[in-house]
């Protein structure tokens, strides 16, 4: 599957995180992770993998049927919550 860099950007706002907070969350720089948002870089497959990662263990499910999109699953995103921080 393709994600966008606007599909990371909604899933955050759907979360409710900010930039750095889901830079930290998935390891990644957030300098990269604001590039990618705004379109100027397509990250590192792996860069990819782990913002994809994080995003879809607190609920967000990405779809690119008829066209991209972003929503979040209620019931995972409330198991992720109830998970003790690491």
Known sequence: MIIKGRQV???RELLGLNQEE???AASVSRNTLHRFEAGLIAPLPETLEKLQKELESRGIEFSN??????RLNYAK???HSLRPSS
């Open 9 to 11: 950007a909604a899933a």
């Open 77 to 79: 995103a409330e198991s």
């Open 65 to 70: 049927g008829e066209g991209i999109g972003v």
């Open 22 to 24: 889901l830079a930290t």
